[in-house]
């Protein structure tokens, strides 16, 4: 079983920064992607970043120039720093781990991060 344990959301004023972890249960390594999403209240899951098993990252249109994604392996552990927060960054962010060959996800409970302008 497989647990993502997110941390470091709050209240934030625009224009302030704040930065998310995810720790893992386990190896980030043995995933083939780790990542973030976000959901705002009457919204869809929205991408924000990715970091794949090679160290390849990506991230959404909204967030690019703003949150960097990155890793420590050994502490099993995923971050996300976001800069520059806006209002409409405001949501649940959501840590993700995928297992593409097996078709696995998983998923952290989520935490909460309010930005007031």
């Known amino acids: 079983q497989v647990q993502l344990v997110e941390s470091g959301g709050g209240l934030v004023q625009a224009g302030g920064s704040l930065r998310l972890s995810c720790a893992a249960s386990?190896?980030?390594?043995?995933?083939?992607?780790m990542g973030w999403y976000r959901q705002a209240p009457g919204k869809q899951r929205e991408f924000v970043a990715r970091i794949t098993g090679g160290g390849i990252t990506n991230s959404g249109d909204s967030v690019k120039g703003r949150f960097t994604i990155s890793r420590d392996n050994a502490k099993n552990t995923v971050y996300l720093q976001m800069n520059s927060l806006k209002p409409e960054d405001t949501a649940v962010y959501y840590c993700?781990?995928?297992?593409?060959?097996?078709?696995?996800?998983?998923w952290g409970q989520g935490t909460q991060v309010n930005v007031s302008s």
């Open positions: 993700h781990a995928g297992l593409y060959s097996l078709h696995r996800d998983y």
């Open positions: 386990r190896s980030i390594l043995s995933f083939s992607a």
